[in-house]
């Protein structure tokens, strides 16, 4: 449990960061939640770890019909923000609060929570629902990936080498609208043996992802979420068969949609 | 007699050193030119070795040393860890070690064992239990045993071994035991029963899960002694352990046991010799301190267990008979297995009209079992209290009733063949009954339930010694050689201060090596406060009459008209005649004193064992859509003969409840049908974490042990023993799913809910 030696730098701005990163296999890294367990298992051998935890991306603000999440706010950040109290946003506390454990929560980041792309991570369910896009910068410029379309599989992203999550642009939803996450939980690890969220809107109508059960986190097609569910390519192993996941999805997702709708009653 | 200081609750002697990390772990010690361990293990279940290449690894910087078995000064031919610590010619399990790196620091050491590349040439792995034991199958190991094992069985149990009968039974070579005990026809018994109970009950392998993995220093002094400083729950066994296997006398060994982070009966001997064998090759100073993965890979969980069994009894409730065949898997271990053990504690604290048990040890390629708190107990008793409860139904009767009815009281004799000792089966059950969890049974929400079952340790037995000395200003010192594993030294402390007519506060306990402590064997078998503390006494009050004879030619009062009370010896009636020990101790620890030192020697060697018992009430939700198991409130009564200290007993009984709540819902390590380790990491094997673990009642009942220190007992076992099937018959009541297979995961009980 020791990771293969590496280099440290500490970068002081975006720039600096993106200079730093252009070494090969350089990574970046923020909590280190994801990073450092799988160096110490080394199953990453980053050749410098390239910190950029002190950078600017931190906090939530409001900017027109968008909320902005700073990549390297922290989910303890998460938990207390104003415009979260809203039922519309509730999802967002609701999921943070379910990660990891308190150690975690106060050094992992959202931002690397969905770099890792892990495909039973709870956020990246809530954002789905949400609508949420990232805005991502290398040294070739800038772009905007909406979440469903940046994770691609079992942590990949559409991530390049020199690129950082610089951005999370959330939608404000309509008044009237409610959100929801729930989870079945795998006991060891905690993440999600099925989670789904919910976003219910002013006319009732539902928007839903789930996640733990397939390669990545992905919103269900339709009204028909039981349907969806069935079609889905559910993975499986000998802890939770394909068939229980599935089962699972169906009664989160229901209990989501039921939970976000209560919300959405309060929500103004 | 007066029996002052026992009884009250008072916090543990070593607990402000380990909160303040003031302890000192084996891992911590400085040793000057320390090399560091690391160990290459074998990817494949089961194999033959064909080569280790060790060129790159020895072309790194910083290493010392690649070691293969044949490196080793080993003197022994055997094929137990022990005897072989690096696997020799055969790999018989996925995470056996097959090489060593020495490196002068951890990574060094890390980073050359990744270029250690072991050429295996795979056989047919065996990781199916019932499979591993029909006539015909492969063979988990091919080669052959030259000789035996060591004796690490006699350390857990004081239960017979019943006998290697003569009925013949077709059985594979993989079956390395087979223990049978009848007793009448209890199938003719059973038969004629009003009422017939059976199942198949399975349990997996399950982790000791200690906070610190295992880990052993090695060095020679100069004068060529063999100093082994490390984590393991016994000293002596250790070094008969280390003789045997480098072919040392005694005295060129000594080990120091060092404060323990645990062990649960997973610290025997495992990796010592590693350790030793390494300093012994390169005469210079090794350590070896095991990641968690190495420590989940390649230590010596809890067996797997397959039981069938059946039970009978009469309209009234009255047992009849019971019959059980117990399939345990060994992995490699040839030396012992626990079916003995468990085939024993399958007829529970019971009365049983005729039995016919059978358990046998089954070799497989899946870890090397060892022994984890009440080895082979959990298993038998998830088993029996699932049927019991289910007879109950099937009776019309009230399941505590109807364990009352059957329960032993001292002179029943048990499936042994030895009569039961003072047990408190009666008491404990009477404890739950009168709870008022169980009356809250009848009015509870949908979809929650309250269980009960019991269960009991024998309980060991083994000669013990002990040393307490008086200090000039009036403190006691207690010598020990046992290694606390479980507030130990919390209770001797109380047993000196009370023998002696001393406060506790005064009272303090060293811990001794094989070279310079008096005996006592492993800390297993819950045996440490029943054995060791009984000698304890003996040397406290053996340190009295010392310091009564010195206070009698002082006061000129004989000794038998003088007490001791709170450190200071006075007439019996005239208080006001008295000296202090403290000043007796002065007058003889000094040149020219008169009297002789204040110091005792104490030794015990009981015969009879003193069992304990324990019963569980547990209240639980079930949702019936995901199938999670929630634990609402677990009350657990147990006999503890008599409470020295009741705070640690009451610890004991919640982290014995807590790890049996493991057994019912979390642990299993799990292995792929090749026999490669699914579970090695806390990301993959759960355990009870506080946020799962609901508020739990602790009864003490007191029962004294006849021939325990001031009618104490060994505790530590007997609260794991029947805690999950008290949470399987709570999930029964509340679903009427019955749960055969631990641990009882969502995904189970889900599955269990639609059948």
Known sequence: MIPAATRYERASDLDHALELLAEPDAKAIAGGQSLIPVMKLRIARPSVVVDISRLEFRGVDVRGDELHIGPLTTWDELLDVPEFGRPALAAIPECARGIGDLQLRNMGTIGGGLAHADPASDMPAVLLTLGAALELRSPDGERTVPVADFILGPFTSTLADRELITDIAVPTPLPGSGSAYVSVEHPASGFALAGAAALVGPDGGARVAVTGIAGRPFLLAGDDHRTALETADVFGDRFASAEYRRELASVVVRRAVERASQRAKEDS | ?755
């Not at chain 2, 010690?29 to 194999?47: D, K």
């Not at chain 2, 046992?482 to 023998?499: E, L, P, R, T």
């Open chain 2, 1 to 755: 007699m007066s029996e002052p200081y026992i009884g009250v609750s008072r916090p543990r002697v070593d607990a402000p050193d380990k909160v303040t990390g003031a302890t000192r772990y084996a891992a911590d010690g400085y040793v000057h030119g320390l090399l560091h361990a690391r160990l290459v293990l074998s990817t494949e279940a089961h194999a033959r070795i064909r080569a280790v290449h060790r060129e790159d690894a020895l072309a790194m910087p910083g290493v010392v040393a690649v070691l293969v078995a044949a490196d080793l000064p080993l003197a022994t031919t055997g094929t137990d860890r022990t005897a072989e610590p690096l696997a020799r010619e055969e790999v018989v399990f996925a995470g056996q070690p097959v090489a060593m790196v020495i490196g002068e620091t951890q990574a060094a050491a890390e980073d050359a064992s990744e270029l250690v590349f072991v050429e295996l040439d795979s056989l047919q792995p065996v990781v199916d239990l019932e499979e591993a034991m029909r006539p015909g199958a492969a063979l988990a190991r091919l080669v052959e045993e030259a000789e035996g094992g060591g004796d690490l069985e006699s350390i857990h149990a004081g239960v017979d071994h019943g006998r290697a009968d003569a009925d013949q039974e077709q059985l594979s070579g993989n079956v390395l035991d087979r223990v049978h005990r009848t007793n009448g026809d209890a199938a003719a018994a059973i038969d004629a029963s009003d009422s017939v109970v059976s199942g198949t009950f399975r349990t997996p392998w399950v982790y000791q899960a200690y906070i610190e993995p295992q880990v052993s220093t090695a060095w020679l002094e100069p004068s060529g002694t063999l100093v082994v400083s490390t984590s393991t729950q016994g000293s002596f066994v250790t070094r008969s352990e280390l003789a045997r296997a480098f072919g040392l006398s005694l005295d060129r060994i000594r080990v120091v046991a060092e404060p323990l982070g645990g062990a649960f009966g997973g610290k025997f001997a495992l990796v010592e010799p590693l350790a030793a064998g390494a300093a012994l090759a390169l005469r210079r100073p090794v350590r070896l301190v095991l990641t968690r993965r190495e420590d989940f890979q390649a230590t010596n969980p809890a067996s797997a267990q397959v039981t069938h069994l059946r039970v009978g009894a009469r309209k009234d409730g009255t047992f009849t008979g019971i019959e059980a065949r117990m399939l345990v898997d060994r992995g490699s271990n040839a030396g012992w297995g626990v079916e003995g053990i468990t085939s024993s504690l399958v007829a529970g604290p019971y009365r049983w009209q005729a039995h016919d048990v059978v358990g046998y040890g089954i070799q497989t390629n899946r870890f090397t079992f060892g022994a984890y708190r009440a080895p082979g107990a959990p298993t038998a008793a998830f088993a029996l209290e699932s049927l019991l409860d289910e007879l109950a139904q099937a009776l019309g009767l009230d399941p505590i009733e109807l364990r009352l009815k059957n329960a032993v009281v001292e002179g029943d004799m048990g499936i042994g063949g030895n009569p039961f000792p003072t047990i408190g089966a009666v008491e404990v059950l009477e404890q739950v009954r009168d709870h008022p969890l169980w009356a809250a049974r009848s009015t509870l929400p949908d979809d929650e339930g309250i269980g009960v079952a019991a269960g009991y340790w024998p309980g060991g037995n083994e000669p013990a010694a002990a040393v307490c000395r008086v200090d000039t200003d009036g403190t006691m010192t207690v010598v020990t050689s046992a290694v606390d594993m479980s507030g130990v030294d919390s209770g001797f402390v109380v047993i000196a201060a009370a023998a002696f007519g001393l406060s506790p506060d005064k009272v303090r306990v060293v811990h001794a090596d094989t070279a310079t402590g008096p005996y006592a064997g492993a800390s297993g078998g819950s045996k440490v406060t029943y054995t060791v503390g009984r000698a304890v006494e003996g040397a406290a009050r053996a340190a009295r009459v010392k310091v009564l004879a010195a206070a009698s030619q002082e006061l000129e009062i004989a000794p038998d008209d003088l007490e001791v009370v709170d450190g200071v010896v006075r007439a019996v009636g005239a208080p006001g005649r008295s000296i202090t020990v403290e000043e007796l101790a002065k007058k003889t620890l000094r040149f020219g004193g008169r009297y002789e030192p204040i110091e005792g020697h104490g030794g015990s060697a009981q015969t009879v064992g003193a069992p304990s018992v324990a019963a569980h009430l547990s209240h639980v939700r079930v949702d019936r859509e995901t199938g999670e198991v929630e634990l609402l409130r677990h009350v657990v009564a147990q006999d503890v003969g008599r409470a020295l200290n009741p705070a640690l007993v009451e610890g004991q009984m919640r982290g014995g409840a807590v790890q049996g709540i493991g057994w019912a819902l979390f642990e299993q390590l799990d292995h792929d049908e090749d026999g490669h380790l699914l579970t090695g990491s806390f990301l993959d094997y759960a355990v009870p974490v506080a946020e799962r673990v609901p508020e739990i009642d602790t009864l003490i009942v007191e029962v004294p042990a006849p021939d325990g220190p001031f009618g104490a007992k060994g505790i530590g076992e007997a609260p794991v023993v029947a805690a999950a099937p008290a949470i399987a018959n709570a999930v029964a009541a509340a679903t009427g799913a019955r749960l055969h297979e631990l641990p009882m995961t969502p995904a189970r009980v889900w599955r269990a809910l639609r059948s």
